[in-house]
């Protein structure tokens, strides 16, 4: 789709930050397991606004606003999602975005999915597409944003260029988000694994802060707008969409005079004689003390820069004439980029290819991992511990408070004085409504009935976890559904361990029907991708982490149902919190080697889901 216009000019003091005075829309969102950041509803994030005022440091009980959300909590100053009943926590971020974009407007566009009910876009995608439908452009395609598929205004379609399956599309109006005015905060960084207060250092989570940070530096200068005034020079600057994940300064001096200006668009530039062949002496160099401008037209997409059309403005004068432009590719070398790509950041390379499986190998090659019995592992059904009711697993854990603290229950959020958020609505055997009890390891108290709803919420597999510090009390078990885990040494050496063997696992989960424990009883699931191919350096600390994840297997952690947030697919087997490694031989997705914190990242994993210690690793 050709975008008509002139691309934008970022003047010569623009700072690439916007004025601290104007408006900003703000988007809560948290990260699913594919690095992406998933926007909580409007109503949600005005909710989260109100409770940040009172308390920046304090607890969100989302269940407060959306139902469907009872079980979630959002610890403001770790900035994290919490799940009560599985203890899975997530990141979250508060992103702001300009107040014409489709948040600003609350609008809302949605696919719908197998279940004939409808999902929501990511916002950044939402705001392009929002964009692309106020500027009436017929159709739309998302390539360059990393998704196959082409959205048509006319039939109000999605498409998948590869499969060519067809969704229905919709645009629906609903609350806008919540406006503030004034300086935008520093961004938290997200801790993972035990509560460190430390940014992940694994591979896979600094791709997606990296990739982020240099998306952010190469569009600085789309945070700023200038809107000529009857074609003078002077404007008006207007806030666009500001990521709180890149905390550097401008690309560019804010008191050197510019002596190139580069337009990325799909029109003419402002005073543009012609185009430049894109080569190393005429391309910008973008450091804090250069003198360059670069304007992009188009949607800041700070996961996926794709293949764009540039075009080149400069001074009057500075390009002979006659002199031909360069046709820039697309990714695969096959011809000119489509012209719905214009106006978005340029690729001049093909992209590499991660490596993802070892060299060919015969089933003589594979052994067993030393250490380490057997190469096989089967799940079957759910294993429970029977005759135990939630109320014996609560008394098991907690001891009765007689005089309880002036607190609040972080459970109802009633006071612990009161009786129970959760009187009349739960039936309850030999528990009274105001009974207090404290877990016997951190020491955390809450209504005991309080702590019987969150168990009856959860998988009621006799353990227990604390809401607050996430302490696990028991064996914790997932809802993985049946598979079987193999693992053997293979005689090639992973990237980043020259002198050591490969531990390959392989996890085969066939598709099959949910039952009470998965979210659709009775309704079929799928189970894309499988087997899948996993790799670990076979050294003592490689083995250790096997054995973890044998144990992890056996309780049924490692995978369970959900909606992809990849494909958007609802009931289809999805990872389970436990980072894993499906790239042998580069590192170009983030989940390969070399990646020297991985190893201890994944043992912090495990230990978070209670899988770690020296029970865990007897065979």
Same mark, same amino acid.
Request: glycine share 10%; net charge positive.
């Given at each position: 789709?050709?975008?008509?216009?002139?691309?934008?000019?970022?003047?010569?003091?623009?700072l690439?930050?916007?004025p601290?005075?104007?408006?900003?829309?703000?988007?809560?969102?948290?990260?699913?397991?594919?690095?992406?950041?998933?926007?909580?509803?409007?109503?949600?994030?005005?909710?989260?606004?109100?409770?940040l005022?009172?308390?920046?440091?304090?607890?969100?009980?989302?269940?407060?606003?959306?139902g469907?959300?009872?079980?979630?909590?959002?610890?403001?100053?770790?900035?994290?999602?919490?799940?009560?009943?599985?203890?899975t926590?997530?990141?979250? #971020?508060?992103?702001?975005?300009?107040?014409s974009?489709?948040p600003?407007?609350?609008?809302?566009?949605?696919?719908?999915n197998d279940?004939?009910?409808?999902?929501?876009?990511?916002?950044?995608?939402?705001?392009?597409?929002?964009n692309a439908?106020?500027? #009436?452009?017929?159709?739309?395609?998302?390539?360059?944003?990393?998704?196959?598929?082409?959205?048509?205004f006319?039939?109000?379609?999605?498409?998948n260029?590869?499969? #060519?399956r067809?969704?229905?599309?919709?645009?629906?109006?609903?609350?806008?988000?919540?406006l503030?005015?004034?300086?935008?905060?520093?961004?938290?960084?997200?801790?993972?694994?035990?509560?460190?207060?430390?940014?992940?250092?694994?591979?896979?989570?600094?791709?997606?802060?990296?990739?982020?940070?240099?998306?952010?530096?190469?569009?600085?200068?789309?945070r700023?707008?200038?809107h000529?005034?009857?074609?003078?020079?002077?404007?008006?600057?207007?806030?666009?969409?500001?990521?709180?994940?890149?905390?550097?300064?401008?690309?560019?001096?804010?008191?050197?005079?510019?002596?190139?200006?580069?337009?990325?668009?799909?029109?003419?530039a402002?005073g543009?004689?012609?185009?430049?062949?894109?080569?190393?002496?005429?391309?910008?160099?973008?450091?804090?003390?250069?003198?360059?401008?670069?304007?992009?037209?188009?949607?800041?997409?700070?996961?996926?820069?794709?293949?764009?059309r540039?075009?080149?403005?400069?001074?009057?004068?500075?390009?002979?004439?006659? *002199?031909?432009?360069?046709?820039?590719?697309?990714?695969?070398?096959?011809?000119?980029?489509?012209p719905?790509?214009a106006?978005?950041?340029?690729?001049l390379?093909?992209?590499?290819?991660?490596?993802?499986?070892?060299?060919?190998?015969?089933?003589?090659?594979?052994?067993?991992?030393?250490?380490?019995n057997?190469?096989?592992?089967?799940?079957?059904?759910?294993?429970?511990?029977?005759?135990?009711? %939630?109320?014996d697993?609560v008394?098991?854990?907690?001891?009765?408070?007689? *005089?309880?603290?002036?607190?609040?229950?972080t459970?109802?959020?009633?006071?612990?004085?009161?009786?129970?958020?959760?009187?009349?609505v739960?039936?309850?055997?030999g528990?009274?409504?105001?009974?207090?009890?404290?877990l016997?390891?951190?020491g955390?108290?809450?209504?005991?009935?309080?702590? *019987?709803?969150?168990?009856?919420?959860?998988?009621?597999?006799?353990?227990?976890q604390?809401?607050?510090?996430?302490?696990?009390?028991?064996?914790?078990t997932g809802?993985?559904?049946?598979?079987?885990?193999?693992?053997?040494?293979?005689?090639h050496?992973?990237?980043?361990?020259?002198?050591?063997?490969?531990?390959?696992?392989?996890?085969?989960?066939?598709?099959?029907?949910?039952?009470?424990?998965?979210p659709?009883?009775?309704?079929?699931?799928?189970?894309r991708?499988?087997?899948?191919?996993?790799?670990?350096p076979?050294?003592?600390?490689?083995?250790k982490?096997?054995?973890?994840?044998?144990?992890?297997w056996?309780?049924?952690l490692?995978?369970?149902?959900?909606?992809?947030?990849?494909?958007?697919?609802?009931?289809?087997?999805?990872?389970?919190?436990?980072?894993?490694?499906?790239?042998?031989g580069?590192?170009?997705?983030?989940?390969?080697? %070399?990646?020297?914190?991985?190893?201890?990242n994944?043992?912090?994993?495990?230990s978070?889901?209670?899988?770690?210690?020296?029970?865990?690793?007897?065979?």
């Open positions: 789709m050709a975008r008509p216009g002139s691309g934008l000019m970022l003047p010569a003091n623009g690439g930050y916007p601290q005075n104007l408006a900003r829309v703000v988007v809560w969102e948290w990260m699913n397991e594919h690095g992406r950041w998933r926007p909580y509803g409007a109503a949600v994030c005005h909710h989260i606004e109100n409770v005022k009172g308390d920046a440091r304090g607890t969100v009980v989302l269940g407060q606003v959306d469907q959300l009872s079980p979630y909590v959002i610890d403001l100053q770790s900035m994290h999602q919490f799940r009560q009943d599985t203890g926590m997530r990141p979250v #971020q508060r992103n702001f975005y300009d107040p974009s489709a600003g407007k609350g609008v809302v566009w949605e696919w719908e279940n004939t009910s409808w999902t929501p876009y990511d916002m950044e995608i939402c705001v392009t597409i929002q439908y106020e500027k #009436q452009h017929p159709w739309l395609d998302l390539t360059s944003l990393g998704f196959s598929y082409l959205i048509d006319n039939s109000m379609s999605q498409t260029k590869q499969s #060519q067809k969704r229905r599309l919709r645009r629906r109006m609903d609350l806008a988000y919540p503030i005015m004034g300086s935008i905060p520093k961004s938290q960084s997200w801790p993972v694994g035990a509560s460190s207060g430390q940014p992940c250092s694994c591979q896979q989570c600094i791709l997606v802060n990296s990739t982020r940070a240099a998306s952010n530096a190469i569009l600085a200068s789309q700023r707008k200038l000529a005034a009857n074609g003078g020079t002077t404007g008006t600057l207007t806030a666009v969409r500001q990521s709180n994940t890149f905390g550097g300064t401008s690309l560019w001096s804010t008191n050197s005079p510019t002596t190139n200006n580069i337009g990325v668009g799909g029109g003419q402002k543009e004689q012609g185009q430049v062949p894109l080569s190393p002496d005429n391309f910008p160099v973008m450091s804090p003390h250069g003198h360059n401008t670069l304007a992009i037209n188009g949607q800041n997409n700070l996961n996926r820069p794709g293949t764009q540039i075009s080149m403005a400069t001074p009057r004068g500075t390009i002979p004439p006659g *002199v031909p432009a360069l046709p820039v590719k697309n990714l695969t070398g096959s011809g000119p980029v489509h719905a790509l106006g978005l950041p340029v690729c390379t093909r992209a590499p290819k991660p490596i993802l499986h070892p060299p060919h190998i015969t089933k003589s090659d594979m052994k067993p991992v030393p250490g380490v057997g190469t096989r592992r089967k799940t079957k059904k759910k294993h429970l511990r029977k005759g135990k009711t %939630p109320e697993v008394k098991r854990y907690t001891d009765k408070i007689k *005089v309880p603290p002036d607190e609040d229950c459970i109802c959020m009633e006071r612990l004085a009161t009786a129970s958020g959760y009187e009349g739960l039936r309850h055997k528990i009274k409504p105001e009974s207090v009890g404290k016997g390891k951190c955390h108290m809450y209504h005991l009935l309080c702590l *019987v709803a969150m168990y009856n919420n959860g998988n009621k597999d006799g353990s227990l604390c809401p607050t510090c996430k302490t696990i009390y028991g064996e914790k809802t993985q559904p049946p598979g079987k885990m193999e693992y053997h040494v293979i005689p050496c992973l990237p980043g361990y020259p002198d050591s063997k490969t531990i390959r696992i392989v996890y085969d989960i066939p598709a099959g029907v949910q039952t009470n424990e998965h659709n009883p009775g309704k079929k699931f799928s189970a991708g499988f087997p899948r191919q996993c790799y670990l076979d050294n003592d600390k490689g083995r982490v096997l054995k973890l994840l044998i144990t992890a056996d309780r049924r490692i995978f369970t149902i959900g909606t992809s947030s990849t494909t958007g697919e609802s009931d289809t087997v999805v990872w389970n919190e436990i980072h894993h490694k499906t790239e042998f580069s590192n170009l997705t983030g989940h390969g080697y %070399p990646d020297p914190n991985y190893l201890d994944v043992l912090a994993e495990l978070a889901q209670g899988v770690g210690g020296e029970d865990n690793l007897k065979d």
